[in-house]
């Protein structure tokens, strides 16, 4: 299980998260929806520190770290134990899909090279580039980029995954390879947390729902709760833009 709890951040004087509380059981898959500049990346990144919370804790599994005094060890054991997938993919340009994959297994997790190659290919293979191992990037579509990030994910084993809007950079003709990917990852009971405006994957995937607004969790609940019978106006407002034909249960 993984548990938020009053996670706060600020930049300057901007508070980007207020008192966040958020709980994701195993196997859950949460969608985080919102407007841009709602906080929605900046949670996910608070979530793994790649950006220091100003307050609050985070709980996964039996590790428990108050985020405004961390050691070392408790960030480390954080980073162990959850695996960013970006918008814009950060691959290394000079390194194959396989090298690729392989980086964080020999690097990170300190694997022997010969069972990091065979971890990677196992997920390379489950995202559908079985035969892109020695592609470098250039020489890969957006969309198959993406799933050498998914892959590269994958191997690590993480406790949950984040995934910071990962089709947002793709072509709209490559969404939909990116999504059917993360769908089937999904039905192997594997924790995610997915910020995203893809409303019908929101729909179809989620377990849950958030949705935020200007550094708040404004709403909560089952995908049919959210997009059906929205509770907050903020919420019908935001669905109503993204989703005109929407209509609500009130």
Known sequence: MIQLEQISKSFGKQEVLQSIDLQVKKGEVVVILGPSGSGKTT??????????PDAGQITIGDL???????????????????????QQYNLFKHK???????????IVRKMPKDKARTISIQVLEKVGLGNKLDHYPVQLSGGQQQRV????????????????????????????EVLSVIRKIAKEG?????????????????????FMDGGLVVEEGTPEEIFQRPKEER???????ITPQATYSI
């Open 149 to 176: 990030g998914i892959a590269r994910a994958l191997a690590l084993n993480p406790e949950v995954i984040l995934f910071d809007e990962p089709t947002s950079a793709l072509d709209p003709e490559l969404v939909g």
């Open 43 to 52: 949670l996910l990144r608070c979530i793994n520190y790649l950006e220091k």
């Open 96 to 106: 194959t899909a396989l090298e690729n994959v392989m980086e964080g297994l020999t």
């Open 190 to 210: 594997i924790t995610m947390i997915v910020v995203t405006h893809e409303m019908d994957f929101a729909r179809d995937v989620a377990n849950h729902v958030v």
């Open 64 to 86: 428990k770290v108050d985020t405004k005094h961390p050691t070392k060890k408790e960030i480390h054991a954080l980073r162990q134990q959850t695996a960013m997938v970006f």
């Open 235 to 241: 919420t019908r407002q935001f669905l109503s833009r």
